[in-house]
């Protein structure tokens, strides 16, 4: 059985020393890929750095969190879009609106994040939404800038029945589970059940949202197992059902990449 980590963050410096070990165990435990996301203009060169070091198996993605949107988000941007043009991403992400931390940039957030929406079509690339605290902005902007062919992933989904449906309204977008899925008062294994299992992306989030038993501690790409066992669950269905629908899932979503599938 083969999966990809479809969003972690293995580049920041939580996990220093230990990236290679890391990604030696991932994929002998059969993790073939991993996406990583950008956040901020300080993380570019780390994430560039892994990714060249395994350019067969870490993909890079390029964009600005949203809560990296502060007063000087015009020059942040450029640097950003200042990348897309040297080298290929396999997304744009992450993007988005988080207005959990803070509303102070709430007007920025959204011009920052339809900017990055507008980038994806241009570039026919996929984006990874992040989203808290803020699904009807994120929700206005998508119909703002074009609900029929952004292509995507609501990245960490927590949402509700009624934000799934409003998802599936979107032709074009899939959910990420993590391993929230595995928690003990998270009602998102039975949230999933209303949509198909051809939405659903595996990710970890890396080094955030370990799954139970490990939660709490730094989530690592092998720890990707324990939310392909939940969602198995929650759908009853096999492993190795889970597992190839969900792969073939971030394969279609994130068909621009040179799969050595
Ligand atoms: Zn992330």
């Known amino acids: 059985m083969r999966l990809i980590d479809t969003h972690c ?3 920041l410096d939580d996990f220093d020393p230990e990236q290679d070990a890391l990604i030696a165990e991932a994929r002998a435990s059969g993790i073939e890929a991993l996406l990583l996301p950008n956040v901020d ?17 870490a993909y890079p993605m390029m964009g600005l969190h949203p809560t990296s949107v502060k007063g000087d988000y015009v020059e942040r941007l ?36 339809e900017e ?8 026919h690339l996929p984006v990874a939404i992040h989203t808290r605290d803020a699904f009807p902005e994120v ?21 509700t029945v009624d934000d799934l449906k409003e998802i599936e309204k979107l032709p074009n977008f899939m959910i990420g589970i993590n391993g929230v899925i595995t928690f003990k ?5 039975e949230t999933i059940q209303h949509t198909s299992i051809e939405k ?8 955030y949202l370990a799954p139970v038993p ?11 197992w324990k939310t392909a066992e939940k969602v198995a669950e929650s759908y009853h269905l096999s492993l190795e059902e889970t597992v190839e629908t969900t792969r073939k899932n971030a394969l279609k979503l994130f068909s621009n990449m040179n799969w050595n599938a």
């Open 9 to 11: 963050h293995l580049y």
């Open 41 to 57: 203009t300080e993380t570019i060169d780390r994430m560039h750095q892994l990714c060249d070091k395994y350019p067969d198996y």
């Open 78 to 113: 450029k640097t950003i879009e200042s990348c897309l043009s040297v080298r290929p991403y396999i997304a744009i992400g992450e993007i988005g609106i988080d207005l959990y931390w803070d509303k102070t940039w709430i007007r920025e957030q959204k011009i920052v994040f």
């Open 116 to 123: 990055q929406l507008r980038w994806s079509l241009e570039m």
């Open 139 to 159: 929700f206005d902007s998508i119909h703002k800038v074009d609900p029929q062919n952004l292509t995507g992933v609501f990245h960490s989904f927590g949402g």
């Open 185 to 189: 008062n998270s009602k998102l294994a």
């Open 200 to 207: 659903i992306l595996l990710e970890t989030d890396a080094p």
């Open 214 to 224: 490990y939660r709490g501690k730094r989530n690592n790409p092998v720890y990707l």
